[in-house]
């Protein structure tokens, strides 16, 4: 369900405020949460003919630079996140969003996200998110201050694995990478839908993820979604902000993930 005016009004002020205070670095700023400039890239991209948001072939996907080296999932899989001692069931939708999907799967099978802490939880003025999947955080010793601004560093290249801007349009064949579009996501901002954080750079995702509290329609396009919270949303209603993630498995579709 879209925003009316006023309400959108309001949610732009609180996306915005989103951004970590103090943030002048590429490097701080790199996988927060939703910001501004989802509005800004919106209205930037409604100039455009829908015709340029074409999908882009299997060819050119793998053209795009580290893509080959990324975890795939083809197919669907089923991952239990415990939260407080409760099952949360999410759907990860490999078909729509291989790349953002087989990332995620392959993650949880690595373990990255247990422990991790949801450093950001926005249900005022009106429900939007709740954020988690920054490795720092996994330290008690670590700054609280910090948490939002790290991803997963991948032992093979010695760097903060980030994956392209993946979205597949309604009704397309392949989705489209390192741009946001205009046309209506395959997979949208609906309440539970669960998509990679990320900053301004398009391609900046790498380990944060958040859930969707509510239909962010003014979302769509701009930010991955990869699955959607199929039983459990009640524990993700009372999540808190400093709570931590007891363990996340995968439990079906572990053979979907194809890793290089």
Same mark, same amino acid.
């Given at each position: 369900?879209r925003?009316?005016?006023?309400?959108?009004?309001?949610s732009?002020?609180?996306?915005?405020?989103?951004?970590?205070?103090g943030? $002048?670095?590429?490097k701080?700023?790199?996988?927060t949460?939703?910001?501004?400039?989802a509005?800004s890239?919106?209205?930037?991209?409604?100039?455009?003919?829908?015709?340029?948001?074409?999908?882009? $072939?299997?060819?050119?996907?793998?053209?795009?630079?580290g893509?080959?080296?990324?975890?795939?999932?083809?197919?669907?899989?089923?991952?239990?996140?415990?939260v407080?001692?409760?099952?949360i069931?999410i759907?990860?939708?490999?078909?729509?969003?291989?790349?953002?999907?087989?990332?995620?799967?392959?993650?949880?099978?690595?373990?990255?996200?247990?422990?991790?802490?949801?450093?950001?939880?926005?249900?005022e003025?009106?429900?939007?998110?709740?954020?988690?999947?920054?490795?720092?955080?996994?330290?008690?010793?670590?700054?609280?201050?910090?948490w939002?601004?790290?991803?997963?560093?991948?032992?093979?290249?010695?760097?903060?694995r980030?994956?392209p801007?993946?979205?597949?349009?309604?009704?397309?064949?392949?989705?489209?990478?390192?741009?946001?579009?205009t046309?209506?996501?395959?997979?949208?901002?609906?309440?539970?839908?669960?998509?990679?954080?990320?900053?301004?750079p398009?391609?900046?995702?790498?380990s944060?993820?958040?859930?969707?509290?509510?239909?962010?329609?003014?979302?769509d396009?701009?930010?991955?979604?990869?699955?959607?919270?199929?039983?459990?949303?009640?524990?993700?209603?009372?999540?808190?902000?400093?709570?931590?993630?007891?363990?996340?498995?995968?439990?079906?579709?572990?053979?979907?993930?194809?890793?290089?």
């Amino acid at each position: 369900m879209r925003l009316k005016f006023s309400h959108f009004l309001v949610s732009l002020l609180m996306i915005g405020g989103l951004m970590l205070g103090g943030c $002048s670095t590429e490097k701080v700023t790199s996988n927060t949460s939703p910001t501004s400039t989802a509005t800004s890239n919106a209205t930037e991209e409604s100039s455009k003919s829908n015709t340029e948001a074409t999908t882009i $072939s299997e060819i050119s996907r793998e053209s795009i630079p580290g893509i080959k080296n990324l975890p795939r999932l083809e197919g669907k899989a089923t991952v239990v996140m415990t939260v407080n001692g409760a099952p949360i069931t999410i759907e990860v939708d490999g078909t729509n969003a291989p790349i953002t999907a087989g990332n995620f799967v392959d993650l949880v099978q690595k373990g990255i996200y247990d422990g991790l802490v949801f450093h950001r939880v926005v249900r005022e003025p009106q429900p939007f998110v709740v954020q988690g999947g920054d490795p720092q955080s996994k330290d008690p010793k670590s700054s609280p201050e910090r948490w939002g601004t790290g991803g997963y560093i991948d032992p093979k290249i010695g760097t903060e694995r980030r994956i392209p801007l993946e979205i597949k349009p309604e009704g397309a064949e392949q989705p489209v990478y390192s741009k946001t579009i205009t046309n209506k996501p395959a997979l949208t901002h609906k309440l539970g839908a669960v998509a990679m954080a990320r900053s301004e750079p398009p391609d900046s995702a790498s380990s944060q993820f958040y859930f969707a509290l509510a239909d962010l329609g003014f979302l769509d396009g701009n930010y991955a979604v990869f699955g959607y919270v199929t039983d459990g949303f009640d524990v993700v209603n009372k999540i808190q902000q400093g709570d931590r993630i007891n363990s996340a498995k995968v439990t079906q579709g572990a053979e979907n993930l194809k890793t290089p």
